[in-house]
């Protein structure tokens, strides 16, 4: 904590991975299924709008899994993109039904 009793965001980041860890995996499946059930309403309702695209991440062990949000978004017919560390940068590349997802630096799933 700061001087000034502020908190760092090293600080914070480290209370909410702690936060993350202390979760369930039957809570972390609980929450991937209801972000998606949110996701395929956000769809739903912008399908009248047109062609879908999105950007979407795999998730650490500690979070959610995002399996459901991107299987969601497929079924729906969006255009997923999702992001790939390659040392100090970051690329987006798209993901289809069929990509392969691989382990990435950090434990982060990659397409």
Same mark, same amino acid.
């Given at each position: 904590?700061?001087?000034?009793?502020?908190?760092?965001?090293?600080?914070?980041?480290?209370?909410?991975?702690?936060a993350r860890r202390s979760h369930s995996a039957a809570a972390r499946d609980a929450a991937a299924t209801g972000l998606a059930?949110?996701?395929?309403?956000?769809? /739903?309702?912008?399908?009248?709008?047109?062609?879908?695209?999105?950007? *979407?991440? &795999?998730?650490? #062990?500690? +979070?959610?899994?995002?399996?459901?949000?991107?299987?969601?978004?497929?079924?729906?017919?969006?255009?997923?993109?999702?992001?790939?560390?390659?040392? /100090?940068?970051?690329?987006?590349?798209?993901?289809?039904?069929?990509? *392969?997802? &691989?382990?990435? #630096?950090? +434990?982060?799933?990659?397409?």
């Amino acid at each position: 904590m700061r001087h000034d009793g502020s908190v760092s965001k090293a600080e914070e980041r480290s209370r909410i991975r702690a936060a993350r860890r202390s979760h369930s995996a039957a809570a972390r499946d609980a929450a991937a299924t209801g972000l998606a059930s949110r996701v395929a309403a956000v769809c /739903d309702s912008l399908a009248s709008e047109g062609p879908l695209a999105c950007a *979407a991440y &795999a998730s650490l #062990p500690t +979070e959610p899994p995002t399996e459901q949000i991107i299987a969601t978004l497929h079924a729906r017919g969006a255009t997923l993109i999702l992001p790939r560390i390659a040392s /100090d940068t970051i690329d987006w590349v798209p993901c289809t039904r069929e990509t *392969a997802m &691989a382990p990435g #630096p950090m +434990e982060i799933g990659r397409a």
